[in-house]
């Protein structure tokens, strides 16, 4: 089963510039993540290839 990687930019208090990485659990669908988090552009998803995953 697949996994969904969301990238989202932030910016801290030190006005330094954040990426952040959410990698969410198999069987979550774009939809919800949309719900979740409307302003993420970039949607990732990660497939199982034996012991690991591959980055689609």
């Known amino acids: 089963m697949?996994?969904?990687v969301v990238e989202t930019k932030a910016v801290s208090l030190d006005r330094e510039v954040?990426?952040?990485v959410v990698i969410?659990?198999?069987g979550i669908k774009k939809s919800e993540i949309r719900?979740?988090?409307p302003y993420?552009?970039?949607h990732h998803?990660?497939?199982q290839?034996?012991?690991g995953y591959e980055f689609k």
């Open 2 to 4: 697949a996994r969904r």
């Open 18 to 20: 954040l990426r952040v």
């Open 24 to 26: 969410y659990e198999e």
């Open 35 to 37: 719900d979740e988090n």
């Open 40 to 42: 993420t552009k970039r």
């Open 45 to 47: 998803v990660l497939y």
């Open 49 to 51: 290839a034996g012991a």
